[in-house]
């Protein structure tokens, strides 16, 4: 299991090893200001990254397409950017009729040794659902609320 941190491409060093090693996906995320709009930080691209419909592989062969979006992480141990896309949210437990949604999304990348696009893993929703915002108002207390009127504590 690889150990990664989640790459902020806010960080020019970041976006510039983007630009580098992958300017497929860079161009994909990122589009360029028009001059009058450059920030006074000199920033030329605005950061985008739309959803993308991709072709995802399978080990027998087939390939369905898949709506997802780039995301990119940095290796802890060598600081290598490692590139992956995201899907669309799923409810996970859809095949269990009286279970409450789970969200997931499933990530998919490139083996070493494969060019073409394949299922790595599914990345689950957090216990955390959402953290409270500034100006959002009281987010973890309505979640919570919401979900008690369709389940009661056990005794």
């Not at 590139?83 to 437990?93: C, F, I």
């Not at 859809?94 to 394949?118: K, Q, T």
């Not at 689950?124 to 953290?131: D, F, H, L, M, P």
Request: net charge neutral; aromatic share 14%; with cysteine.
């Amino acid at each position: 299991m690889f150990s990664e941190d989640w790459v902020d491409v806010d960080y020019y060093d970041n976006r510039s090893k983007i630009m580098t090693h992958y300017p497929n996906a860079f161009s994909h995320i990122f589009k360029p200001r028009s001059r009058s709009h450059h920030s006074c930080w000199g920033d030329e691209y605005d950061y985008v990254n739309d959803y993308v419909v991709q072709p995802v592989h399978f080990e027998d062969g087939t390939s369905v397409n898949e709506r997802m979006f780039i995301c990119f992480t940095k290796d802890r141990k060598m600081g290598n950017l490692r590139l992956y896309y995201v899907s669309q949210e799923y409810n996970v437990v859809e095949s269990m009729p009286h279970s409450s949604p789970i969200a997931g999304r499933f990530i998919f990348g490139f083996h070493e040794h494969n060019p073409l696009l394949s299922v790595l893993m599914l990345a689950e929703e957090s216990a955390i659902i959402k953290r409270r915002v500034a100006n959002k108002g009281r987010v973890v207390e309505l979640n919570y609320l919401k979900f008690r009127e369709r389940k009661q504590p056990s005794k």
